[in-house]
């Protein structure tokens, strides 16, 4: 195993540290918790966001809080869930008067302990908190550590839209229609061409041959749909799209947010060539890009292999898109 | 070799064509040359930026062009310098009358073609055009593609320095005597635990043990300072830092701008991890932050690492630092 590490044990606080460091104005970080803040939180009157899962997938979750988008995130151990102490606390730490969103991924630990948290905060805080659960990956129906789909890219879409509703005072019930509207009107489907290694394992969590690739992986390396030999990026294109594409029945004349994303290790010429590949795909089908993000968003470590996640798009969502975001991993118009 | 890729003889330019997909509005992209412009240049009166080099260092430096940074990036095939026929197209496009500031990094065959097009840019279309060549990297004195040293990561906080400063009005003068500042006040080091693959070569650039590391990297895996063990982040923030303050001879209480620049294949939570090391060193040694950026800047397509880059601070750098840019690979303000 090769990292920039010192313990595996020390992964988490250390790059916490290191987050603190480095964003000073911008970021507050609870080391013992391991919560990130915005540094200028709670905002009174304004719906907060809370989001988190298992560290391993940056700049999500931590690399998204800030002005317009997450007001803290819960940090886990290395592809394991935050536990309900650490959601409780930020949930009472970021409540402004006007209720707390929980933004969670579908995995069976962070459903179970997000579910534990909102109870309690409610129970002892009389926080009022409403949770919505992304399950937005076609690849699985079941998965190794999921009932049900499993979360990925659109969490990073639904945080920033949502962000920018909750910035421009949308109630906790129209923040929570609105998640569970992207949610249900986005879809994703990844792939690797090589398995990243969880530092504590000290090995790489799947084997993988060297002309073999996995499509519809897991954000923590689970299996997919099936392996098969390495294709040109043109016929990957296609097995990513395609799912998404008919899973959300998107029709010739609609129009989408596209999140073209590395899972860690992929370089982003790879990326933007890629994108290339999935824009003519979409233009093929009539289907036209309305905003697009290309870059490493939710990862694995430093597995190679990238993930499209499609977003029908209406004005709405759109227009929150555009709105200003200030956090190290997105960031516009502040 | 496992890459998202279609022929290897391709990756430049379907690159391109994914990046004018994925920026329409901002970025305008010349597929024939290979140039990558800002969609609303040139601006009249301005000084125009033009960079460019081997492609494989993504987001640099094609990603920093926007308001704010750079006017142009002339995109070479991977590891390998544009030619003259790309910089002297891209100096005449982007002249607003105030001349054309080249910044080149210090590679024989970058050297050689920016000198050839900024003379027949002069005697052809009469623009006026400065060289500023950076040669940053303490590593080495003169290296495989290089006499002197190598320009590194000083290259991209120039760029988005002295894109500001040409974004205020300032002369061709003015910006070329500022960038010459900047290269002589800043410097860098940078390491590797694994090698990158350049497609067209299909194997990897060079050989590293499980348990070795290259200190002194370049970015296109040119041998370093030394081999050595795999040591601890905090070991290896000792090597990178140390030589940089003793080479730029830092004293205490002087402020730096630090860039934690990641190599391309190692993932951000060990890049924030590293930048809590390096912000301990400089902590230990009096030496103040001014200003930090953590993340995948100037890389070396997949190649596992990390380089730190100082630059000496004083109120016209930070300010010009602050001031907004809106590009691909950094925006802040717009």
């Excluded at 399950?135 to 962000?163: N, P, W, Y």
Aim: proline share 4%; charged share 20%.
């Amino acid at each position: 195993m090769k990292k920039l590490i010192n313990d595996p044990a020390d992964v988490v606080a250390e790059a916490l540290l290191g987050m603190a460091a480095a964003h000073p104005g911008r970021l507050r970080v609870d080391h013992d918790l391991k919560i990130v803040y915005r540094a200028d939180g709670p905002s009174q009157g304004k719906v907060g966001l809370v989001s988190g899962g298992g560290s391993g997938h940056e700049p999500l979750h931590g690399g998204f809080v800030g002005p317009g988008m997450l007001d803290a995130a819960c940090a886990g151990e290395m592809f394991t869930s935050p536990v309900p102490d650490q959601m409780m606390a930020a949930t009472g730490a970021v409540d402004g008067g006007a209720g707390v969103l929980h933004i969670v991924k579908n995995y069976t630990g962070d459903v179970m302990n997000f579910e534990m948290a909102a109870e309690l905060a409610a129970a002892d805080a009389g926080v009022e908190v409403v949770s919505v659960v992304t399950d937005d990956d076609v690849a699985v129906q079941d998965s190794l550590f999921t009932a049900g789909r499993r979360g990925v890219g659109v969490t990073v879409l639904l945080e920033k839209i949502v962000g920018a509703a909750a910035e421009e005072g949308r109630s906790l019930q129209d923040c929570a229609d609105l998640a569970r509207k992207i949610n249900q009107t986005g879809r994703s489907m990844g792939m690797a061409l090589t398995s990243c290694t969880v530092p504590a394992a000290g090995k790489p969590t799947f084997d993988l041959a060297d002309d073999e690739m996995e499509i519809g992986v897991g954000i923590h390396g689970e299996p997919g749909r099936e392996r098969r030999a390495l294709a040109p990026a043109a016929e990957i294109a296609q097995l990513l799209v395609e799912p998404v594409v008919a899973d959300l029945g998107l029709d010739r004349g609609e129009d989408v947010i596209v999140l073209l994303n590395g899972m860690g290790g992929s370089p982003l010429i790879e990326l933007y060539l890629m994108y290339h590949e999935v824009s003519r795909i979409l233009d093929g089908a009539g289907i036209g890009v309305a905003r697009s993000l290309v870059g490493n968003y939710i990862t694995s470590l430093e597995m190679a292999g990238c993930s499209v996640t499609l977003l029908r798009a209406d004005d709405d969502t759109v227009r929150l898109w555009d709105a200003p975001v200030n956090t190290p991993g997105l960031r516009w118009g502040i």
